[in-house]
């Protein structure tokens, strides 16, 4: 289980997150939606530990992680899949992936990782030796999610993974994020394409001016007239 016990993330004394309670339990995929500016990347990046957290909690499996480095959010199980994908583009596409699984314990299952990214996505098993930096944009944002799977993650945390992609590669990765999910690994899922996001989704969350607005199971949601018309684009 990872928990958010009244979590405020700050830019300077502008306050971008406030009050802000969110849990995944084991196995779960949740998603938060919401508008732009609304504070999702803010959050998801404070759950990765790249940003310091102002007030309140982090938790995992009980343990409190809030001031712990960046590091050690990885030894926790926590995986990220940063906006922009932020791969190097002057890189293979193996380095990229290797790069993914430094961590010791990861490090020892870099072999079967590695096959089960190919298998995931097989496109990235023929472009091995390619440089990240010529391959397609949904190509790219494979090899960022698969790179990420290398750290052997609990948690996985997806920043608008659509982003930028075509209606059909948009399909395609949401397919592979489901069967990530089948596999044992909960997912936090950020993301601009609502309509989709909510079909795969246990739980969502809807986030307005950095705080909750609305979470619940995505029809308790959709049957919220409110909620539909000011966030759910509908």
Not at 29 to 34: D, H, I, M, P, R
Not at 46 to 60: E, I, N, P, Y
Not at 113 to 136: H, I, K, N, Q, W
Request: proline content about 5%; hydrophobic content about 45%; aromatic content about 4%.
């Amino acid at each position: 289980m990872y928990e958010l016990a009244s979590v405020a993330v700050n830019y300077g004394a502008a306050a971008a997150v406030s009050d802000v309670n969110l849990r995944i339990g084991a196995g779960e995929l949740v998603v938060v939606v919401g508008p732009n500016g609304a504070g999702k990347s803010t959050l998801i990046n404070a759950m990765a530990g790249l940003h310091a957290v102002a007030a309140g909690r982090l938790v995992v499996d009980g343990q409190d992680i809030t001031r712990e480095p960046p590091h050690r959010f990885c030894d926790r199980g926590i995986a990220i899949v940063p906006e922009g994908r932020r791969l190097f583009v002057n890189l293979t596409v193996r380095e990229n992936l290797e790069l993914g699984s430094y961590r010791a314990g990861a490090r020892k299952m870099r072999a079967e990782s590695l096959r089960r990214v190919c298998a995931l996505f097989p496109v990235l098993a023929e472009r091995m030796d390619t440089p990240a930096g010529a391959l397609s944009g949904g190509q790219q944002q494979m090899v960022a999610i698969g790179r990420a799977l290398m750290a052997r993650p609990r948690f996985l945390l997806l920043d608008e993974p659509s982003l930028g992609l075509s209606p059909l590669i948009v399909r395609d990765l949401f397919r592979a994020i489901q069967e990530i999910n089948a596999g044992g690994v909960a997912v936090l899922l950020v993301e601009q394409n609502v309509a989709m996001a909510l079909e795969l989704a246990r739980r969502a969350y809807v986030l307005h001016e950095g705080c909750i607005a609305a979470e619940g199971e995505p029809a308790q949601l959709r049957s919220q007239p409110q909620i539909q018309r000011a966030y759910l684009g509908t």
